[in-house]
């Protein structure tokens, strides 16, 4: 039997563009029609109606510039010192571990097993006056009486480089897995030592491991509002605590749509900054 | 409260041999924020089935851990043969309204033949007409409500609405902190509790707390004045002095020491005081504090069978000997009237609670925030949002 030839591929994609129509394209249409609406006069809370107000986007920007930055640096923050903590500990994993290798990489895994938010709660209790760490900075007369860790941005950034270290991890173990010993060995016999090779060879075969783990620590950090709204202070929140205010407490969906929508565009326009200049042949 | 009179120690046996809401409450703080994203909705149709289906705040309701059962619950189905169905994931007004306002406003199944929104946000419901009006031939106890409860701005017969428990908002501390107690704004924003101050995520009760510390009679307040006290607010938070705008969670807080003290709800608070031996009180401000109630109300998608049932449970929980077994283990004031005669025979020790049953003198220095209008709601509710970094 001979199936036609052209439909097959398109068939393939249908139940993958299906999905993709009901649960992103309708709802970012959505979206887009929710974020030019004003509130009705006389209206009750929650009711709006179109009006093509474009300028809601400029008033949404303008009233939380300070939140957008401060999610931009704090997701960068997270990105480096997860990039940091991850390569050493990926390098390790791909080419020391030996018969441990199955182990760490589901030790890598094994946070996974219990909710993001557990984990973000349990960091509460570290970083909190009664864990391990304050009383330990206090003996040594390292902190304050009054000085604290949680409701700050150490504690925040902490929090997120933590959660998203594991999606740092896995793309740099694959990538640093997939290098070719030969190729480190044929750097030493040309006479190049341990740092240049790792510079010359390792580092540049890694970085479709390190693009596509910036991208998937940067992308979800930049929109991330548990850790600021559990281990933040109201002078941490981020761009996503002000989308989740508008939409539940103020009931101002516009203005909370115009905010997502000027993150996603913002959020695309580093990406494809970073991958133009990264390249992204190597990334596939 | 703190001035008037403390838990005696029989009390706290009977608490701490009964209650281990506390416990519970450790995890709390994550399933709170687990409800932030999980759209857990209530059960199927109530119409098939001589179901009822109840959405309410967690702990807010007698619970026996052994069991793992709710025991007045247990007895109404019993009774009733009613079955009835508790979901405790009403976590947040404003988050609950915005989970299923979408199917209220289409008339389609919440979910739920019983909620319990908070006044304010009750009063929204009723405006939208997405509650049922009461067939009072179903709920006859109805009568027994509190008279300072009978009357509320948004529901003046109480035709839609009955009071679940009322909710004092004060200051709470750490009383090795604060040996001397806190009465006062003064008090609060002491030097030992720099940074170290948590304030309720409920706008109606922070600020009320405040304005009534500034002098303003919070069933009048104007824009101007309430304004000004966020203002007040915004600068404690920007000056380091507030840590955090919180909703229950702000107990986790002040028992692992990260906050000293407090602006809170008078039911954890009394949880608080008789689990950690004195380590916290709780007093209504000199000022004056807050009450507010939450509401048993019927959507206006439960179908008539969900209704009635719910009627008929909302009746069984204004029974004074169901109120009494419901406050000994939820601690929030009690709005039914003749409860205190029953909780004599159930537990004497609470029967004198001002936590549960607040004597003249407390009542009289607890104020109800004025309704507001829907334009005020947004941009009052915006401004509180802005101030805590929203």
Same mark, same amino acid.
């Given at each position: 039997?001979?199936?036609?030839?052209?439909?097959?591929?398109?068939?393939?994609?249908?139940?993958?563009?299906?999905?993709?129509?009901?649960?992103?394209?309708?709802?970012?249409?959505?979206?887009?029609?929710?974020?030019?609406?004003?509130?009705?006069?006389?209206?009750?809370?929650?009711?709006?109606?179109?009006?093509?107000?474009?300028?809601?986007?400029?008033?949404?920007?303008?009233?939380?510039?300070?939140?957008?930055?401060?999610?931009?640096?704090?997701?960068?923050?997270?990105?480096?010192?997860?990039?940091?903590?991850?390569?050493?500990?990926?390098?390790?994993?791909?080419?020391?571990?030996?018969?441990?290798?199955?182990?760490?990489?589901?030790?890598?895994?094994?946070?996974?097993?219990?909710?993001?938010?557990?984990?973000?709660?349990?960091?509460?209790?570290?970083?909190?006056?009664?864990?391990?760490?304050?009383?330990?900075?206090?003996?040594?007369?390292?902190?304050?009486?009054?000085?604290?860790?949680?409701?700050?941005?150490?504690?925040?950034?902490?929090?997120?480089?933590?959660?998203?270290?594991?999606?740092?991890?896995?793309?740099?173990?694959?990538?640093?897995?997939?290098?070719?010993?030969?190729?480190?060995?044929?750097?030493?016999?040309?006479?190049?030592?341990?740092?240049?090779?790792?510079?010359?060879?390792?580092?540049?075969?890694?970085?479709?491991?390190?693009?596509?783990?910036?991208?998937?620590?940067?992308?979800?950090?930049?929109?991330?509002?548990?850790?600021?709204?559990?281990?933040?202070?109201?002078?941490?929140?981020?761009?996503?605590?002000?989308?989740?205010?508008?939409?539940?407490?103020?009931?101002?969906?516009?203005?909370?749509?115009?905010?997502?929508?000027?993150?996603?565009?913002?959020?695309?326009?580093?990406?494809?900054?970073?991958?133009?200049?990264?390249?992204?042949?190597?990334?596939? | 409260?703190?001035?008037?009179?403390?838990?005696?120690?029989?009390?706290?046996?009977?608490?701490?041999?009964?209650?281990?809401?506390?416990?519970?409450?450790?995890?709390?703080?994550?399933?709170?924020?687990?409800?932030?994203?999980?759209?857990?909705?209530?059960?199927?149709?109530?119409?098939?089935?001589?179901?009822?289906?109840?959405?309410?705040?967690?702990?807010?309701?007698?619970?026996?851990?052994?069991?793992?059962?709710?025991?007045?619950?247990?007895?109404?189905? #019993? +009774? &009733?043969?009613?079955?009835?169905?508790?979901?405790?994931?009403?976590?947040? %007004?404003? *988050?609950?309204?915005? /989970?299923?306002?979408?199917?209220?406003?289409?008339?389609?199944?919440?979910?739920?033949?019983?909620?319990?929104?908070?006044?304010?946000?009750?009063?929204?419901?009723?405006?939208?007409?997405?509650?049922?009006?009461?067939?009072?031939?179903?709920?006859?106890?109805?009568?027994?409500?509190?008279?300072?409860?009978?009357?509320?701005?948004?529901?003046?017969?109480? #035709? +839609? &609405?009955?009071?679940?428990?009322?909710?004092?908002?004060?200051?709470?501390? %750490?009383? *090795?902190?604060?040996? /001397?107690?806190?009465?006062?704004?003064?008090?609060?924003?002491?030097?030992?509790?720099?940074?170290?101050?948590?304030?309720?995520?409920?706008?109606?009760?922070?600020?009320?707390?405040?304005?009534?510390?500034?002098?303003?009679?919070?069933?009048?307040?104007?824009?101007?004045?309430?304004?000004?006290?966020?203002?007040?607010?915004?600068?404690?938070?920007?000056?380091?002095?507030?840590?955090?705008?919180?909703?229950?969670?702000?107990?986790?807080?002040?028992?692992?020491?990260?906050?000293?003290?407090?602006?809170?709800?008078?039911?954890?608070?009394?949880?608080?005081?008789?689990?950690?031996?004195?380590?916290?009180?709780?007093?209504?401000?000199?000022?004056?504090?807050?009450?507010?109630?939450?509401?048993?109300?019927?959507?206006?998608?439960?179908?008539?069978?969900?209704?009635?049932?719910?009627?008929?449970?909302?009746?069984?929980?204004?029974?004074?000997?169901?109120?009494?077994?419901?406050?000994?283990?939820?601690?929030?004031?009690?709005?039914?009237?003749?409860?205190?005669?029953?909780?004599?025979?159930?537990?004497?020790?609470?029967?004198?609670?001002?936590?549960?049953?607040?004597?003249?003198?407390?009542?009289?220095?607890?104020?109800?925030?004025?309704?507001?209008?829907?334009?005020?709601?947004?941009?009052?509710?915006?401004?509180?949002?802005?101030?805590?970094?929203?």
């Amino acid at each position: 039997m001979t199936l036609p030839k052209v439909p097959v591929p398109y068939l393939l994609l249908l139940p993958g563009f299906a999905f993709l129509f009901t649960f992103f394209i309708l709802p970012i249409i959505n979206l887009a029609q929710t974020s030019t609406q004003t509130a009705i006069v006389g209206g009750d809370t929650g009711q709006y109606e179109q009006s093509f107000a474009f300028s809601n986007y400029i008033n949404a920007f303008l009233e939380n510039k300070e939140q957008f930055g401060r999610s931009f640096i704090y997701a960068s923050l997270a990105t480096v010192f997860a990039l940091a903590i991850a390569y050493p500990l990926a390098y390790a994993i791909a080419f020391k571990s030996g018969k441990y290798k199955n182990i760490l990489l589901v030790l890598v895994v094994a946070p996974f097993f219990t909710s993001f938010l557990l984990r973000t709660v349990a960091w509460k209790q570290i970083l909190g006056e009664e864990g391990f760490l304050v009383p330990t900075l206090r003996s040594l007369n390292l902190m304050g009486e009054q000085t604290t860790i949680t409701s700050t941005s150490i504690a925040v950034v902490a929090g997120m480089t933590y959660n998203f270290l594991p999606f740092m991890t896995l793309p740099l173990y694959a990538s640093l897995e997939r290098i070719d010993p030969r190729t480190i060995e044929a750097s030493g016999d040309l006479y190049a030592n341990a740092i240049t090779t790792f510079r010359k060879v390792t580092v540049p075969l890694s970085m479709p491991g390190v693009v596509a783990g910036t991208l998937l620590t940067f992308i979800p950090a930049a929109g991330d509002y548990v850790n600021a709204a559990i281990l933040g202070s109201p002078n941490t929140k981020m761009i996503g605590n002000v989308i989740e205010s508008r939409y539940f407490k103020i009931v101002d969906y516009p203005t909370a749509a115009a905010l997502s929508f000027t993150l996603m565009v913002a959020i695309l326009i580093l990406v494809t900054l970073y991958i133009r200049k990264a390249g992204t042949d190597e990334l596939v | 409260m703190a001035t008037e009179r403390s838990i005696s120690p029989e009390a706290r046996s009977i608490l701490g041999a009964r209650i281990s809401r506390r416990s519970v409450l450790a995890g709390a703080g994550g399933l709170g924020a687990v409800g932030l994203l999980a759209a857990c909705g209530g059960g199927g149709d109530s119409a098939a089935e001589n179901i009822v289906r109840w959405g309410n705040w967690p702990l807010y309701l007698d619970f026996d851990e052994e069991s793992k059962t709710y025991p007045t619950l247990v007895k109404f189905s #019993e +009774s &009733t043969g009613i079955d009835a169905q508790y979901f405790e994931d009403y976590n947040d %007004n404003d *988050e609950f309204f915005g /989970k299923v306002q979408a199917q209220l406003k289409l008339g389609e199944d919440i979910g739920y033949d019983v909620v319990t929104p908070t006044d304010w946000m009750a009063a929204r419901w009723i405006r939208l007409g997405y509650t049922q009006k009461f067939d009072l031939a179903n709920i006859p106890n109805a009568g027994n409500i509190l008279d300072s409860l009978k009357s509320p701005s948004y529901d003046p017969m109480r #035709e +839609s &609405t009955l009071t679940w428990q009322g909710i004092m908002a004060g200051f709470g501390w %750490n009383t *090795e902190k604060n040996p /001397k107690g806190i009465r006062t704004l003064d008090d609060l924003f002491a030097p030992q509790n720099k940074g170290k101050i948590v304030v309720l995520s409920e706008m109606r009760d922070t600020i009320g707390v405040i304005l009534l510390a500034q002098g303003v009679d919070i069933t009048k307040v104007t824009e101007d004045e309430f304004m000004n006290a966020v203002d007040f607010m915004a600068g404690k938070i920007s000056d380091g002095w507030i840590r955090g705008v919180k909703g229950n969670e702000y107990a986790e807080d002040l028992t692992s020491g990260d906050a000293t003290a407090v602006i809170g709800w008078s039911g954890d608070m009394f949880i608080l005081a008789n689990e950690n031996e004195g380590k916290f009180d709780f007093a209504i401000p000199e000022s004056g504090g807050t009450i507010s109630g939450d509401n048993l109300m019927i959507p206006s998608t439960a179908s008539p069978t969900g209704k009635t049932n719910g009627e008929k449970l909302i009746n069984y929980y204004y029974d004074p000997a169901v109120a009494a077994e419901v406050a000994a283990y939820v601690n929030y004031v009690c709005p039914v009237q003749g409860a205190q005669a029953e909780m004599e025979k159930i537990a004497p020790e609470l029967a004198t609670s001002e936590y549960i049953f607040p004597s003249e003198n407390t009542s009289s220095r607890l104020n109800v925030f004025r309704s507001l209008t829907p334009a005020e709601e947004s941009t009052w509710a915006e401004a509180f949002q802005q101030a805590q970094g929203n």
